[in-house]
T-cell receptor, first 111, second 116 residues
Framework: DAKTTQPTSMDCAEGRAANLPCNHS???????VYWYRQIHSQGPQYIIH???NNETNEMASLIITEDRKSSTLILPHATLRDTAVYYC????????????FGAGTRLFVKA | DTEVTQTPKHLVMGMTNKKSLKCEQH?????MYWYKQKAKKPPELMFV???????INESVPSRFSPECPNSSLLNLHLHALQPEDSALYLC???????????????FGSGTQLSVL
């Protein structure tokens, strides 16, 4: 699976959009970008995933660059409950079971 | 039901003890996973079962013994552990197959293990 690079930590004001970047310059054509988050003392939670197109669900939006070498997770209106570690993962979308977590980005949402 | 249930939530054991961690899901998922997470580190993949057969073993020491007795249950048997094995043990499940999004993982809350 392709390796990802994320900032170690980020701050965001409550109510503002949180934009979390991820670099995956060695991504292959059949590899998806997945985002998970982990709130303290809980198991990771799936947020969103995509292959080429931008994606949106009730939790977040995922913007993938045209060359697929980087992506951005957007939390449109961050709340204090969004404080967590956010993991960007690249993996084969079908038949591959290896979901390998990198170091992630620690997001602090401040009042 | 979209839950993965892990028991116990906390476990303290001595280095000579034998204990088991249990994981259960009723989402019809046919892939189940064990991860180990040390404090302030990302989860590390240990084992993957697919259709009740061991699919991936990430070179885990034999003192950790996984078992998948049926499609809903996953156990991790522990024997002769070391203090450095103290960690949060996470179970996850996912669908298997070619459908888009089928491999998104659902995690339990974990078992916090302390080895004395």
């Amino acid at each position: 699976d392709a390796k990802t690079t994320q900032p170690t930590s980020m701050d965001c004001a409550e109510g503002r959009a949180a934009n979390l970047p991820c670099n995956h310059s060695t991504i292959s054509g059949n590899e998806y970008v997945y985002w998970y988050r982990q709130i303290h003392s809980q198991g990771p939670q799936y947020i969103i995933h995509g292959l080429k197109n931008n994606e949106t669900n009730e939790m977040a939006s995922l913007i993938i660059t045209e060359d697929r070498k980087s992506s951005t997770l957007i939390l449109p209106h961050a709340t204090l409950r969004d404080t967590a570690v956010y993991y960007c993962i690249v993996r084969v979308g079908t038949g591959g079971f290896k979901t390998i977590f990198g170091a992630g980005t620690r997001l602090f949402v401040k009042a | 039901d979209t839950e993965v249930t892990q028991t116990p939530k906390h476990l303290v054991m001595g280095m000579t003890n034998k204990k088991s961690l249990k994981c259960e899901q009723h989402m019809g998922h046919r892939a189940m996973y064990w991860y180990k997470q040390k404090a302030k580190k990302p989860p590390e993949l240990m084992f993957v079962y697919s259709y009740e057969k061991l699919s991936i073993n990430e070179s885990v020491p034999s003192r950790f013994s996984p078992e998948c007795p049926n499609s809903s249950l996953l156990n991790l048997h522990l024997h002769a552990l070391q203090p450095e094995d103290s960690a949060l043990y996470l179970c996850a499940s996912s669908q298997v197959g070619p459908h888009r999004g089928s491999e998104k993982l659902f995690f339990g809350s974990g078992t916090q293990l302390s080895v004395l």
